[in-house]
């Protein structure tokens, strides 16, 4: 099965939100998120519960706990087997922020349009 190319959003100031947010995770939590990153990479959609899920409207978060800290990464998929990482966040309850699933929205939007300008 072919793998999916997995890439950082990046915004117009060329950061990459969901990158950044990884790199500021401590080692044990970091190792988890690549771990999970790599079965999105592996699986794309096939990937489920309690490693993925889909939040709406095409968003779809990543999940890694480690103790009670659970790590999320929002993403979407893209045309081509592309998954983009949009951003991420430590969350303690069960449902991510509505602010969070918006963020990786405008992300989405604005990748996509950028996308459509370069064709």
Same mark, same amino acid.
């Given at each position: ?8 959003? #990046?915004?117009?100031?060329? %950061? ?9 995770? #401590?080692?044990?939590?970091? @190792?988890?998120?690549? =771990? %999970? *990153?790599?079965?999105?990479? #592996? ?20 999940? @890694?706990?480690?103790?009670? #800290?659970?790590? =999320? *990464? ?6 081509? =087997?592309? *998954? *983009? ?6 969350? +303690? %309850?069960?449902?991510?922020?509505? %602010?969070?699933?918006? +963020? @990786?929205? =405008? ?13």
């Amino acid at each position: 099965m072919q793998e999916f190319e997995v890439i950082f959003y #990046d915004k117009e100031d060329e %950061t990459e939100p969901a990158k950044e947010f990884i790199l500021s995770l #401590d080692k044990k939590m970091r @190792a988890k998120i690549l =771990r %999970t *990153v790599k079965m999105l990479s #592996d699986n794309g959609p096939e990937l489920r519960e309690p490693c993925s899920k889909p939040l709406g409207d095409g968003i779809f978060e990543l999940r @890694a706990k480690v103790g009670s #800290d659970i790590s =999320r *990464v929002l993403y979407f998929f893209f045309v081509g =087997r592309r *998954v *983009v990482l949009t951003n991420g966040f430590i969350k +303690k %309850t069960q449902k991510p922020s509505a %602010t969070e699933i918006e +963020k @990786a929205k =405008r992300y989405r939007a604005e990748y996509l349009s950028r996308k459509e300008n370069k064709q």
